[in-house]
């Protein structure tokens, strides 16, 4: 493949397409009484998952493009866990079955920022409103450098059994652009005290494209995440939105990495981790072979959610929390993002939807596509069609840029097959986006491609 392809190709600013359509789609049509009317039809036979978001962090990663804020107060915790419990209760009341639950993540944020016995508290409530499986993976986002040893032990009492720490790098002079220093002491000193309370499953997650971040230090930073040999990593691009996160303009950008060097930081990453026997999963995951995700990924059971690449299939995702976005039959909804807003529509009514998205046949059948090609590097078209009651002839304007794509490489297109080139799966959204019928219709800036 031409060099220039990935210089030119990953500039696009394009969807990371955790959902389709994308939130930037979401519409406040879609209100509380509709996600109402979608809860109470659920049928009693669907399995579900559970996401809850607790939007609070101690300080600011200048990075950062999660929906959260600061505080060095526990009262504000307080009063959103009081708003949390109760819409984990209405949501339950309003669909009047308690739904099977697989996946239980809890994101944000640093939801380890309660105290130890307000989150066995909120399992706790959660088990006894929803009808989680014995063997339910129950997941946790950690800052390493605030984790305390209490909350360690009320992770493991209330049954976690992954955790997601957050590294993005170990290289000072990174983490000093970044507003964020912490000492690979901190993290192992965690990731060991996690293992010694029965929570096995360790991911971390690493970022490239950051301010100073350069190919070598990418590679220091993996050896050293090695050391601590954790099941699945995953490796996100930087996205640069000053004016949608204004804490952003404390980065230099100056000091930002171009398209070129953001490609040779992934690839050295992805290297190093293949070459230390990491299985690599998809866009920007790994995982050893025997982790869950990766014979998930082995087989094509590999699914794609808003927290990234995952194991779970349920049908439902509920959403909890300001700015939490859930996944029905009938389409998507989204919490008020602003937490003092949230927590008066919840004082109000017990629900806080702002917006969302119902699905028309026309997104079912590109939403699974869509998947398909983000989580597999393929798509058979046919199949699908067929399944969705559609024809090929769907795509017909997708065809052009297709073919594009397949002139210059990126892609092979054997009859109704869809196949990304080995040398291009850091294009694979670029792929996704030739069958995307909303792109480019909501103003919103994404991050690059690459």
């Not at 994308?22 to 009693?44: K, M, N, Q, R």
């Amino acid at each position: 493949m031409k060099d220039d392809l990935h210089a030119r190709y990953g500039e696009e600013r394009l969807p990371r397409y955790t959902s389709y359509p994308t939130s930037p789609h979401f519409s406040p049509a879609i209100d509380t009484a509709s996600y109402e009317g979608w809860l109470a039809s659920l049928a009693g036979d669907l399995r579900a998952s559970l996401y809850i978001h607790v939007p609070f962090c101690r300080a600011m990663c200048w990075y950062c493009g999660c929906h959260t804020s600061i505080t060095k107060r526990d009262e504000p915790i307080a009063a959103y866990l009081a708003g949390l419990r109760s819409e984990i209760g209405t949501v339950a009341d309003r669909i009047g079955l308690p739904l099977a639950v697989g996946h239980v993540h809890f994101g944000g944020g640093t939801p380890t920022i309660m105290r130890p016995e307000e989150f066995v508290a909120l399992a706790a409530l959660l088990r006894a409103r929803y009808r989680l499986a014995a063997d339910a993976e129950v997941a946790v986002e950690i800052d390493p450098r605030t984790l305390a040893t209490g909350m360690i032990a009320a992770l493991g009492a209330a049954g976690v059994t992954r955790a997601s720490l957050g590294v993005q790098s170990f290289d000072p002079a990174v983490q000093a652009a970044i507003g964020r220093v912490q000492s690979f002491a901190q993290t192992a000193r965690a990731v060991d005290a996690l293992r010694t309370a029965g929570i096995r499953g360790i991911n971390l997650d690493l970022i490239y494209g950051l301010p100073r971040q350069t190919a070598r230090s990418c590679r220091d930073t993996v050896r050293r995440c090695l050391e601590l040999r954790p099941d699945r990593l995953s490796v996100f691009g930087y996205a640069h939105v000053p004016s949608f996160k204004k804490h952003q303009r404390r980065i230099d950008e100056a000091a930002l990495p171009d398209g070129e060097a953001r490609h040779e930081q992934a690839e050295a990453i992805a290297e190093a981790l293949v070459a230390a026997g990491y299985r690599r999963i998809g866009l920007d995951h790994y995982a050893l072979p025997e982790d869950e995700m990766a014979r998930a990924h082995a087989a094509g059971r590999l699914r794609r959610n808003f927290q990234g690449y995952t194991t779970d299939d349920a049908d439902v995702l509920i959403g909890f929390g300001a700015s939490a976005i859930g996944r029905l039959p009938q389409g998507y909804v989204q919490n008020e993002v602003v937490v003092s807003r949230y927590l008066e529509r919840i004082r109000e009514g017990g629900l806080a939807t702002a917006k969302g998205c119902p699905l028309t046949p026309d997104d079912r059948l590109r939403a699974k596509v869509i998947e398909r090609i983000m989580c597999d590097g393929e798509v058979d078209l046919a199949p699908l069609c067929a399944e969705h009651g559609a024809l090929p002839q769907t795509f017909l304007g997708s065809l052009p840029k297709l073919r594009a794509l397949e002139a210059d490489g990126l892609i092979r297109i054997r009859g109704p097959v869809v196949t990304v080139a080995e040398e291009a799966r850091l294009l694979v959204r670029t792929v996704a986006s030739a069958f995307d019928a909303h792109l480019g219709q909501s103003g919103r800036a994404h991050s690059p491609a690459v």
